[in-house]
């Protein structure tokens, strides 16, 4: 006797098509997902290897800007001792990521 194919057994020329553009968008989804995580991955490098708080700040409040493409970032960090100010008013000319760089006293300010 002779076997009857069935049409579950053998996928029909447009079911492939269909799976395959459904594989090619997961590849192009993971292509892009691993160049999103190389991307963190030397910004969280530039991080650790910063050799001081000035080049920490500017990597964090430039070099960020840029390399995520956000239009500005603003950091605001919690300074009831004025240390972070003092630290940085020493400094003979203010860097230009000063102006984005806001200080509180008040931990409530930033819970």
Known sequence: MDRISTSKSTPMPRDVD???SKLDALIRIAKHNEQKQ????EYELSLFN????????AIILE????RFKLSDVTLLLLDPEYEFRRLLDNSPTPPAWRKHLLFTEDKNMIS
């Open 63 to 66: 070099q960020h800007r840029v």
């Open 18 to 20: 269909n799976l395959q």
């Open 38 to 41: 190389r991307n963190f991955q």
């Open 50 to 57: 910063s050799s001081g708080l000035h080049q920490l700040l």
